[in-house]
């Protein structure tokens, strides 16, 4: 058995080196990978170093595969690029080769979400509320936009440096047009709505809903609400929405997580009544929504002087970025963008490292 314990993993590493040659060889010159951050059933995610500035991003490789494969990296890409808002996880560029996609994105120092969740006691309520806030308007902004992300977990909320949440991992999301019913199930089983227990059609947004109020259960709680020793047993808590909350949770926190976990999808609250809801305000103020609109409408001139010193031609970086072409001048434009918020200046590569 250890023999064969070491072979697997001896394989595993190999797979990894080879991944990881793959990834140099397809962004070499413009990123240096410095390693395996992230594995999932359908794709892998490295950390890499944006070499003109210095920057680390994260990179997702998705394997282009045919039929069916093919058209969900598609969809995915597709999705990610109509995406721009200050809680969604932002796309720098995409490389793409012809078995493959690179999908680079800004990297989220603080890692996922439910690794700051404290186990069984959860997030001060304070705490809870500011960052279920942050991704409930990302969802909502998705709304708008006619997508259902599908797949609302800790996981797929990661923090920046600063702590901000953002939403990411667009895999399972699909757009949808106003009381289309959606028929593929897919997503985590412990954030699954009731009507896809039931194997139902459903509605996008409604179950995006059921999604957050467990989600909102694990921040305060520590833990998610329907564990049953079986699938058939969290299947029937499910389908019957019991489930504990302390105490010692607010009245408003409460109404909110029940209004969530509504069996009717139809009595579900949308995301622009549960960014209104009173546990979302404070001293009389409503969660605000931060503005959708992300990349500028004007070039910033400094970051296109620095670019300039980087090699890049002033209309080929402004053009880029306005035609949102998701290519290398965007990304180097961007990067550069979130070393000026930051407040360190425009660095090259020299003085980043």
């Not at 009544?273 to 910033?300: F, M, N, T, V, Y």
């Amino acid at each position: 058995c250890d023999t064969d314990q070491s072979r697997l993993e001896g394989q595993a590493v190999c797979r990894d080196l080879a991944a990881s040659s793959s990834l140099e060889e397809a962004l070499t010159g413009r990123y240096e990978p410095l390693g395996v951050v992230g594995q999932g059933s359908f794709a892998k995610v490295f950390l890499a170093r944006h070499i003109l500035t210095g920057t680390k991003v994260a990179v997702k490789v998705l394997r282009k595969g045919a039929g069916a494969t093919l058209s969900w990296v598609l969809s995915e890409l597709d999705i990610m690029k109509g995406l721009e808002h200050p809680h969604v996880v932002q796309l720098l560029e995409i490389v793409e080769t012809p078995g493959t996609a690179y999908v680079v994105m800004e990297h989220m120092a603080g890692g996922q979400l439910g690794q700051h969740i404290p186990e069984v006691v959860g997030l001060w309520e304070d705490e809870a509320r500011m960052l279920f806030g942050q991704v409930a308007s990302a969802v909502g902004y998705c709304h708008a936009q006619g997508i259902a992300h599908r797949d609302v977990k800790a996981d797929n909320v990661l923090l920046d440096a600063a702590g901000r949440a953002k939403l990411c991992d667009f895999g399972l999301a699909c757009r949808f047009r106003a009381g289309e019913k959606l028929g593929l199930l897919c997503g985590t089983v412990a954030y699954w709505a009731p009507e896809l227990h039931r194997r139902e059609p459903y509605d996008g947004p409604a179950v995006d809903v059921w999604s957050l109020g467990v989600l909102l259960i694990l921040m305060l709680t520590g833990s998610v609400p329907f564990t049953g020793a079986s699938y058939e047993q969290a299947k029937e808590q499910v389908l019957q929405a019991r489930y504990h909350l302390p105490f010692h949770l607010s009245d408003e926190a409460q109404s909110l997580v029940s209004w969530m976990l509504t069996l009717e999808p139809a009595h579900r609250p949308t995301l622009q009544q549960i960014l209104g809801h009173p546990w979302l305000s404070q001293d009389g103020e409503r969660c605000p929504s931060p503005p959708a609109e992300l990349l500028p409408k004007r070039p910033d001139t400094s970051i296109l002087l620095a670019m300039l010193d980087l090699g890049y031609g002033l209309q080929e970086t402004w053009v880029a970025v306005a035609t949102r072409q998701f290519n290398q001048a965007m990304a180097t434009y961007l990067l550069l963008g979130h070393q000026k918020t930051r407040g360190g200046g425009l660095q090259g590569p020299a003085e980043a490292w």
